[in-house]
């Protein structure tokens, strides 16, 4: 193959491997929705990208093992699963007060119920309010 030949290849695939890694970025943010919980809640990072994940996929009932390939697809060196034993205990004295329920069943699962969706949803869009009213008292000053 001559010189230029070459690098019209070299550049086509460059640009494939960047569309399929945009790609890959795109999927992953489907699996694994992007959303911030109010920090006065107390949820860790990874634990918000679990709620997430049950949140989007509510009112199914998502196995164990489903949520740990979710939130460590990726991980070089991940934890052993029984951590998604211990990220919903902690999520669940955490959205405790809130009167948000994280529902097991057995040998299937967990999940978020309906009523626990729809008060999780209005935590966030009232999140949202707050932050676009504060946003905007900041611009009109």
Partial sequence: ?????????????????????????????????????PAEIGLTATESKMLSFLLARSPNIVSKERIFQAIYFDAQDPPFSKIIDVMLLRCRKK????????????????????????????????QRSLRTMLESQRISK
């Fill in 1 to 37: 193959m001559n010189a230029p030949l070459q690098h019209n290849a070299a550049a086509a695939l460059r640009e494939h491997i960047e569309e399929l890694e945009e790609t890959v970025r795109q999927l992953r943010e489907l699996l694994v929705p992007s959303v911030t919980f």
């Fill in 95 to 126: 959205l405790a007060p809130y009167g948000v329920e994280i529902a097991r069943s057995w040998g299937a699962g967990v999940g978020i119920e309906s009523r626990s969706a729809a008060i999780l949803r209005t935590i966030l869009e009232g």
